[in-house]
Nanobody
Framework: QVQLVESGGGLVQVGGSLRLSCAAS????????AGWYRQAPGKQRELVAR???????TYADSAKGRFTISRDNAENTMYLQMNSLKPEDTAVYFC???????????WGRGTQVTVSS
């Protein structure tokens, strides 16, 4: 059974940094399309960053230049390094992986990030 568990969220001041982790069990991140999403109160879930099967990364405009997505295949963990955090980054952050052959999506339960001004 596939399970994704996020960690690393918390309360941070404006301009601070956090590194989120997403540990996978029941599958492996290697060569799988995966990503980080977030959902703020009253808003729809939105894509923050994703990493494609070949390792190419893409970012939402709001994350470009500040966030970095990566994965450690040996640890079977995906990361989101977040720098220069802003109050508008406050949200629950979820990790996601899509598994072949039909690219069914799996989600973690999320980790709260709160940026205080």
């Amino acid at each position: 059974q596939v399970q994704l568990v996020e960690s690393g969220g918390g309360l941070v001041q404006v301009g601070g940094s956090l590194r989120l982790s997403c540990a996978a069990s029941g599958t492996i991140f290697s060569n799988k399309p995966a990503g980080w999403y977030r959902q703020a109160p009253g808003k729809q879930r939105e894509l923050v960053a994703r990493i494609l099967s070949g390792g190419t990364t893409t970012y939402a405009d709001s994350a470009k230049g500040r966030f970095t997505i990566s994965r450690d295949n040996a640890e079977n963990t995906m990361y989101l390094q977040m720098n220069s955090l802003k109050p508008e980054d406050t949200a629950v952050y979820f990790c996601n992986v899509r598994l072949p052959p039909y690219y069914k999506e799996y989600w973690g339960r999320g980790t709260q990030v709160t940026v205080s001004s």
